[in-house]
């Protein structure tokens, strides 16, 4: 009997252990195994997300702590009911969203250098550019992506050095890096093909358009190949530029700054800008218009003719490269009065059409069957990057800045452009509007900033 009993007893013990081990490995596999399996395999795709600061709660701390502090607002000041409940989500919103990115980095490095900083702006607008388009044409496969555009980038600058030296010396690695990036697109190119074609970016459009052709093999891979370059050259290189232009442009005429900076307090109040306040933005679009018209970055266009042909009375050859000089019709005083040369947004105050004698020669994003597909997604992406960098900082031309255009791909400041960047501080759209009434311009504390 006592044996029975002893027996009873050791059973018991032995069930016990197991269901508590058994407990402990299924906790484990819930709360550690499960969840890092699942962030690593959204890391590989780029998906990074805030690091967990508890192993066992994950955020969950955090997001009680970011919704019991956003329970706490004095009066009704805003109608952002999404970022009041979902206060923690809304702040990993923002952290995708790529223009928050180069604004918090801006911030930070302001920050750390005392308020105002000396700041070579090309590579934050050219970090913000490939992440744009690296999301819009490789999905979310945009980290790969963005190592595609980053060897890209490489090639380019080492092309440039060959055309410069006339030289061999450089051929062999940019044989080298042009065989990588052929490798990496069609590297994606072949998981995306694995997976379900689900996707509807740029780049599933091209594989569409490959396979829908009567290419052979070779065929294909090289158009997916040139078609992906093609958008870098496209989408990348010149909203970059863009950008870097306008912001120097806005340095340099304190006066449009502080115009569009009150425009933007007025139409974004405290609220996250949408499609439907971009489209009011009136002066900044007349800025960006501007900057086109003495920066495009497609200096000329060249078509080349397949057989012969006519144009009008001039008979044109096959073979013959035909380039239209973009910047010489931009700037020509004839069609734009005595000021061509100078920056004065107003001339695009009734639209483009009334600008000059002869509208139709203003054509920064192309004209015709090849006019360029991403000139909306351009504007987009300008007017959300420029208007938070105005109301989010002051910008100044910086002592170390030469202005000494280029020609590369694109028409390029040689050297870069550094501005001196200053954080500025938070007013209402009353002080904003009296501001631009004033015209002046804005220097130490009594400038706008609105907080997003
Ligand atoms: C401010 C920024 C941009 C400027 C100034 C610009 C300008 C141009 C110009 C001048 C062309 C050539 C048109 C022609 O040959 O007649 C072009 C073509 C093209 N652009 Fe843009 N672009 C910009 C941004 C973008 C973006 C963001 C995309 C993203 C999708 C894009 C995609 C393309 C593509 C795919 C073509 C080739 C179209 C074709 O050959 O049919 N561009 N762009």
């Known amino acids: 009997m006592e044996f029975l009993q002893f027996e009873y007893v050791k059973v018991l013990v032995s069930v016990a252990v197991i269901g508590f081990l058994w407990l402990l490995i299924s906790l484990y596999m819930k709360l550690v195994a499960k969840p890092e399996r699942i962030r690593g395999m959204l890391r590989k795709q780029g998906i990074v997300g805030p690091l967990p600061t508890s192993w066992l709660l994950g955020n969950i701390m955090d997001m009680k702590k970011a919704y019991q502090n956003s329970q706490h607002q004095p009066t009704i000041t805003s109608h952002n009911v999404a970022a009041a409940i979902f206060p923690y989500n809304e702040e990993c919103r923002k952290q995708y969203e790529s223009t928050m990115i180069i604004i918090k980095s801006l911030k930070s490095r302001v920050e750390k250098e005392g308020g105002i900083a000396d700041i070579k702006i090309d590579d934050y607008m050219r970090s913000f550019s490939g992440d744009v388009i690296s999301r819009a044409c490789f999905g979310s496969n945009y980290s790969k992506g963005e190592e595609i555009f980053l060897k890209l980038t490489a090639l380019q600058e080492l092309m440039g050095k060959i055309a410069e030296s006339l030289g061999i010396p450089g051929m062999r690695s940019a044989w080298k890096l042009q065989k990588e990036i052929r490798n990496l697109i069609l590297e994606v190119v072949k998981e995306r093909k694995q997976k379900a074609a689900h996707e509807k970016d740029l780049l599933q459009m091209i594989i569409e358009g490959a396979e829908s052709s009567t290419f052979n093999q070779e065929e294909t891979d090289q158009f997916i190949v040139d078609n992906c370059k093609n958008i870098y050259v496209a989408a990348f290189e010149a909203l970059a530029i863009s950008a870097t232009w306008c912001l120097m442009l806005l340095a340099s005429n304190q006066e449009w700054q502080d115009r569009v900076r009150a425009e933007v307090v007025e139409i974004y109040g405290d609220r996250t800008p ?57 700037t020509n005083p004839e069609i734009w009065g005595a000021d061509a040369y100078e920056f004065n947004p107003e001339r695009f105050a009734n639209g483009i059409s009334s600008s000059c004698k002869l509208p139709y020669v203003y054509m920064p994003f192309g004209m015709g069957p090849r006019v360029c597909v991403g000139q909306h997604l351009a504007m987009i992406e300008l007017k959300i990057l420029l208007s938070l960098i105005v109301s989010n900082f002051s910008l100044s031309i910086s002592p170390k800045y030469v202005h000494s255009p280029t020609r590369r791909l694109t028409i390029e400041p040689k050297d870069g452009v550094n501005l001196l960047v200053k954080k500025i501080h938070k007013v209402t759209n009353s002080m904003a509007d009296s501001m631009a009434k004033r015209g002046s311009s804005m220097d130490g504390e009594d400038i706008v900033w609105i907080e997003f």
């Not at 078509?303 to 239209?324: C, E, G, L, S």
Request: positive net charge.
């Open 274 to 330: 949408d499609y439907e306040m971009l489209k009011k933005m009136k002066l900044l679009t007349m800025v960006i218009q501007e900057t086109l018209r003495l920066y495009p970055p497609a200096t000329e266009l060249s078509r080349q003719t397949y057989k012969d042909m006519k144009f009008q009375d001039i008979n044109i050859p096959k073979d013959v490269t035909i380039r239209t000089m973009v910047l010489f019709m931009h």
